[in-house]
C-alpha cells in the first residue's frame, strides 16, 4: 500500500486498546529510485523522540516518558508518523510489568513493520538535554539565486579549490507533507571532506526545498545524493533536526562513511 492509503491528513479516533497492527509502512525504494547506486543513502539513522509516552505499571498507575526510537536506514520500510503516534496512544491504557516490558513490545512491533531491528531509549520527562548547533552556520550568507524547488545544478565548488574538512549548518530548511501540504520546519548540518564548497550555493540549494513536498527521510537522502554527486566530497554526511508535530519529532542522518555517525541530539526548536 502507498501513504495515500494511510491515516495521514484523516480525521481520526484515537484507539484505547493496544493496537499494533495500526502501524503503516512506508517502502523507502521508490522515493529512492533516482539516487540508489549512492551508497551513503543506506547508512545512517532516523532518530525519532516521541513525547507523548504512556502506558500502565502493573499496579495501573500511569507511567511517563520520553521516548527515541532508532531505526536503520537500510529498513526496507520507514513509517508513517501519524500511524505510530496512534500506536503509541494506543498503549495508553494497557498495563505493563515493567518499563522493560514495555521497551520489549514495542521493539517488537516496530521492529516487524519496518523489517528491521528498531531500538527505544527511554527518558524521564525533565532528563533530554537541549544542545547548541556546532559548527559554521550558513543563514547569514547572501545567495546569489533563489528558486522554489530543489535544484541540484545550485551546488557549487569555492574558487580556492581549498580542500577542507568542516561542518556547516542551517536553520533554514523548510519543506512540505506530501500528503497534508503541511510546512516542516528543520535545522541541517552537513559535515564534509572535500574541495571547499561554496557556503553561498550551499545555503541556496537549502532554501530550495521551501516549496518542496517530501518526507523528512526522502529530503534528506535527496540533499545527501545531491551534494555526494554534484561535490563529489570524500566523506560527508548530512544531518537533519525536524522540529516537532503531533508529539514527534523526527530527525534523519546519511553517512557515506560510518566513522562518521553522530550521537543524536535534540535542539531548542524540537
Not at 41 to 62: A, M, Q, R, T, V
Not at 170 to 186: A, E, F, I, K, M
Not at 259 to 266: A, F
Request: with cysteine.
Amino acid at each position: 500500500m502507498t501513504v495515500e492509503h494511510s491515516l495521514l491528513g484523516k480525521e481520526t479516533n484515537y484507539p484505547t486498546s493496544y493496537q499494533p497492527d495500526i502501524l503503516f509502512p512506508i517502502s523507502r525504494a521508490q522515493a529512492r529510485e533516482n539516487y540508489k547506486h549512492v551508497e551513503g543513502i543506506y547508512k545512517g539513522k532516523d532518530w525519532w523522540h516521541i513525547f507523548e509516552i504512556s502506558w500502565l505499571n502493573d499496579h495501573g498507575i500511569p507511567q511517563v516518558a520520553i521516548g527515541r526510537m532508532t531505526l536503520p536506514a537500510c529498513s526496507e520500510f520507514l513509517i508513517e508518523s501519524k500511524s505510530l503516534k496512534l500506536y503509541f496512544n494506543s498503549m495508553n491504557f494497557t498495563q505493563f510489568a515493567s518499563q522493560q516490558a514495555f521497551i520489549d513490545t514495542v521493539e517488537k512491533d516496530l521492529s516487524h513493520a519496518a523489517q528491521a531491528p528498531v531500538t527505544l531509549t527511554l527518558f524521564q520527562v525533565d532528563q533530554l538535554d537541549i544542545a547548541q548547533p556546532q559548527g559554521i552556520c550558513l543563514d547569514e550568507q547572501q545567495p546569489d539565486c533563489l528558486v522554489n524547488h530543489p535544484d541540484a545544478s545550485l551546488l557549487q565548488l569555492d574558487d580556492s579549490e581549498k580542500v577542507v574538512e568542516e561542518q556547516l549548518f542551517s536553520h533554514l530548511l523548510r519543506s512540505n507533507c506530501p500528503v497534508t501540504g503541511q510546512p516542516d520546519w528543520g535545522t541541517i548540518f552537513i559535515r564534509y571532506r572535500g574541495k571547499k564548497p561554496c557556503y553561498r550555493s550551499i545555503l541556496a540549494y537549502i532554501i530550495s526545498y521551501r516549496q518542496h513536498n517530501g518526507f523528512h527521510e526522502q529530503c534528506v537522502e535527496q540533499i545527501f545524493a545531491d551534494i555526494w554527486q554534484n561535490l563529489q566530497p570524500e566523506k560527508l554526511m548530512v544531518y537533519a533536526t525536524y522540529t516537532r508535530r503531533g508529539g514527534l519529532d523526527i530527525n534523519p542522518c546519511r553517512v557515506s562513511d560510518e566513522s562518521w555517525m553522530p550521537s543524536p541530539i535534540r535542539l531548542a526548536r524540537q
